[in-house]
């Protein structure tokens, strides 16, 4: 059962911010957010009203003899539908994470595995780049270091576009593979792994860094195996440290590549303070998609069968050539119908 009160202060609020906005005061930029984000919420409340009242209408009739027979042929119809856009309502009112509009941080580094894990890392990266792009999305590479074999040693990138976080969060975590390397002639199957992290791209005013808590220095860029190194010592690296994260940007711009590492910090300080509160959060629940520990074993990848499990919901696909090249739609949207179920039966428990 829906409060009815609740869904009228939803109305109300919306009726209240539009009037703002038509009035231009406040702060617009904020009331045009909020305003997009209540807007399909009364779209489905108003769908809700709409059927509730056709069934009452539908079940008044059922007393006028003859209304009835016309009432009887509609009512089946009408409450098959309710549940239906019930549950519609309810996953629009369900809270929303303030950061799943905004860009993403992309981290890729191998894990167990040597070799083998640095190649997979790669193929991790060029899965989530060719998603990127049949979604339409923009993907900028901010650090990159590759293997004398192509592998991949470290990937930082930023993914800039409509729902981007809130489409690959759930993809953090350590992602292991099953497969004959190239590099075996004994044809023996290895297991490795890869860390992937998704965070949420940060402002200024979402994390201060005090500049004294900083420690930058600038160094030679170098790509592949050392080679094509640049004249100039172009190449920066922050230290924070209060909390030891390092990071390093190696574009051709050392004032670019400042912006670019500061951006990074702020996205890994605005993390970890998301974690911490949602570990407070979630000390008394479970409405979440495994437990956010980038430590987390999440998914396999058994390229001899063809075959990826997500252990944190028990999917299991075979379909794992499409999946590497970019198919991941199947797989994220049932992480989030998982998590919204989870959202769910919590907020009814």
């Known amino acids: 059962m829906i409060p009815?009160?609740?869904?009228?202060?939803?109305?109300?609020?919306?009726e209240y911010v539009e009037a703002r906005m038509s009035a231009g005061e406040g702060d617009?930029?904020?009331?045009?957010?909020?305003y997009a984000d209540l807007k399909p919420v009364v779209a489905q409340i108003a769908t809700w009203e709409r059927l509730s009242a056709d069934i009452a209408e539908a079940e008044a009739l059922l007393a006028d003899p003859e209304m009835k027979a016309l009432a009887e042929e509609e009512l089946p119809a009408l409450r098959a539908r309710l549940p239906e856009v019930e549950r519609a309502v309810q996953l629009a009112l369900l809270p929303r994470d303030a950061a799943d509009a905004r860009p993403a941080v992309l981290e890729i580094r191998p894990g167990t595995g040597g070799e083998e894990a640095a190649l997979f890392a790669a193929d991790l990266a060029r899965m989530y780049q060719r998603h990127a792009e049949?979604?339409?999305?923009?993907?900028?590479?901010?650090?990159?270091?590759?293997?004398?074999?192509?592998?991949?040693?470290?990937?930082?990138?930023?993914?800039?576009?409509?729902?981007?976080?809130?489409?690959?969060?759930?993809?953090?975590?350590?992602?292991?593979?099953?497969?004959?390397?190239?590099?075996?002639?004994?044809?023996?199957?290895?297991?490795?792994?890869?860390?992937?992290?998704?965070?949420?791209?940060?402002?200024?005013?979402?994390?201060?860094?005090d500049p004294g808590d900083i420690r930058i220095d600038t160094m030679r860029s170098s790509g592949a195996g050392g080679q094509h190194v640049n004249t100039t010592d172009s190449a920066v690296r922050i230290t924070h440290l209060?909390?030891?994260?390092?990071?390093?940007?190696?574009?051709?711009?050392?004032?670019?590549?400042r912006?670019?590492?500061?951006?990074?910090?702020?996205?890994?300080?605005?993390?970890?303070?998301?974690?911490?509160?949602?570990a407070e959060r979630s000390a008394d629940r479970k409405a979440q998609v495994g437990s956010g520990d980038r430590s987390e074993r999440i998914r396999t990848y058994n390229f001899p069968q063809g075959r990826l499990t997500d252990h944190r919901i028990g999917l299991t696909l075979y379909r794992l050539e499409q999946v590497m090249q970019g198919d991941l739609d199947e797989i994220i949207d049932a992480l989030i119908s998982e998590h919204q179920a989870a959202q769910l039966a919590e907020m009814q428990a």
């Open 242 to 257: 209060p909390t030891g994260i390092v990071v390093t940007s190696s574009e051709k711009s050392q004032h670019r590549n």
């Open 259 to 278: 912006e670019i590492a500061m951006q990074v910090l702020r996205a890994r300080l605005f993390d970890l303070q998301r974690s911490a509160a949602d």
């Open 28 to 34: 617009i930029a904020a009331l045009g957010r909020e």
């Open 134 to 209: 049949e979604k339409g999305w923009r993907w900028e590479v901010i650090e990159e270091q590759m293997s004398d074999l192509g592998g991949l040693r470290e990937l930082v990138a930023r993914i800039e576009g409509e729902g981007v976080f809130a489409r690959l969060k759930f993809e953090s975590g350590v992602h292991r593979v099953q497969r004959v390397p190239e590099t075996e002639s004994g044809g023996r199957i290895h297991t490795s792994a890869a860390t992937v992290a998704v965070l949420p791209e940060a402002q200024e005013v979402d994390i201060r860094i």
């Open 4 to 14: 009815s009160d609740r869904l009228q202060q939803i109305k109300e609020r919306l």
